[in-house]
């Protein structure tokens, strides 16, 4: 019977050394996975951050450059003391505002002289970066076509090249004309 209880305290003295000895072995290998899952997680902070700050950095260079250049044109526009105007066509336009409005009217339109009224009334509040052109719808045949006009009492929107940008009729006001440009 000693023995078989010399077995058993043989077997439960193994059974301790392999416990003790993967205990071991385990709490080396968590230890090191832990310290690499520090180190990594610290790497991916710091590469996070940069990335962050990096994306921060180039949001704001593009925020600043869209506001640099929108205070710059208008700056233009003060600079040369050039106020918003009404006036009417004299053979040319100059593409000196960042607004060029052509406004085709006719004296026999009833529409076209109570929109005109209104935009000479309120001139003043006309904003500096914008110049309307009241354009004669009868006798300038050849402005007619370069912007397919087809009708008295229409408003052409151009760009700095005297391209057209946009078209619209019937606009009664100042504060109207601008909703559609700006």
């Known amino acids: 019977m000693k023995c078989k209880g010399g077995i058993k305290f043989f077997l439960l003295f193994v059974i301790v050394v392999v416990l003790v000895v993967s205990s071991v072995f385990f709490s080396y290998d968590s230890q090191e996975l832990k310290e690499n899952v520090q180190t990594k997680a610290q790497e991916a902070i710091e590469t996070g951050s940069e990335k962050v700050v990096n994306k921060v950095m180039e949001e704001g260079r593009v925020a600043v450059g869209e506001k640099l250049k929108e205070t710059g044109e208008k700056m233009l526009v003060v600079e040369n003391n050039q106020p918003g105007v009404f006036k009417k066509y004299d053979g040319s336009i100059e ?88």
């Open 95 to 182: 593409g000196n505002y960042q607004y060029t409005v052509l406004f085709f009217t006719a004296e026999w339109c009833p529409s076209c002289v109570v929109a005109q009224k209104n935009i000479e009334d309120l001139k003043s509040s006309i904003p500096t970066d914008v110049e309307i052109i009241a354009v004669d719808y009868d006798q300038n045949t050849e402005l007619r076509d370069k912007y397919a006009v087809n009708k008295q009492h229409t408003f052409v929107l151009l760009d700095r090249e005297n391209s057209m940008v946009s078209q619209w009729d019937n606009s009664a006001s100042i504060s109207e004309i601008i909703e559609h440009i700006k």
